[in-house]
């Protein structure tokens, strides 16, 4: 089986729709571990939940985003990690990570890339005005939210929809894209 490592630094409602697709065995993988760069994110408190092994790392502590980067490394060879799956990690991929790990490595964005880029995606969209939302899935590589798209959803919005009932729609659908995409790619082989 595919073993699975998911890097989060906040709330971790995709981490959980992820943990809950592994646990129902509707993604046939194990998640190995949660990296995470903040020690009170909510998503700690999620992975308990499930039983995850979860790795804390301070940027700080290491000094460096490269000696950062090596820690995390060596725990995800340790681990035999072979996808990262990025779900609101707030930090930008590293040489270190990127090279050690080419095309393996994936990030959710709530917006239509290569619209909107960038930490404020779903307000960007909404103060623009668009009326198409969605959500994106793509590779990282050294350009933010720049790499290969692998995946693509909209949401179902109507005309006077508040930035809320956006959010809320988005968030319900990066959920459900994530675990798909994630078992298309499982599929086809990694
Ligand atoms: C999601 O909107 C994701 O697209 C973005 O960060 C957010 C993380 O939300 N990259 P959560 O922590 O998974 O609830």
Known sequence: MINLA??????????EAIAKAVANE???ANIKVLICDKPKAYVIERAKK???LTC??????YGSKEKYEEAIVKVLKELNVDLICLAGYMKI???TLLNNYKNKIINIHPALLPAFKGAHA???????GVKVYGVTIHYVNQEIDGGKIISQG???????????????KIHKLEH?????TINKLIKEGI
């Open 26 to 28: 509707e993604i046939k």
């Open 56 to 61: 804390v790392f301070s940027l700080k502590k």
């Open 122 to 128: 779903i307000i960007d969209a909404y103060n623009y």
């Open 50 to 52: 499930y039983n995850i």
């Open 154 to 168: 909209v949401i179902d919005y109507n005309e006077g929809d508040t930035l809320e009932q956006i959010e809320e």
């Open 93 to 95: 991929c590293g040489e």
């Open 6 to 15: 998911i890097f989060a630094s906040g709330n971790g409602s995709n981490f």
């Open 176 to 180: 459900k894209l994530y675990v798909q």
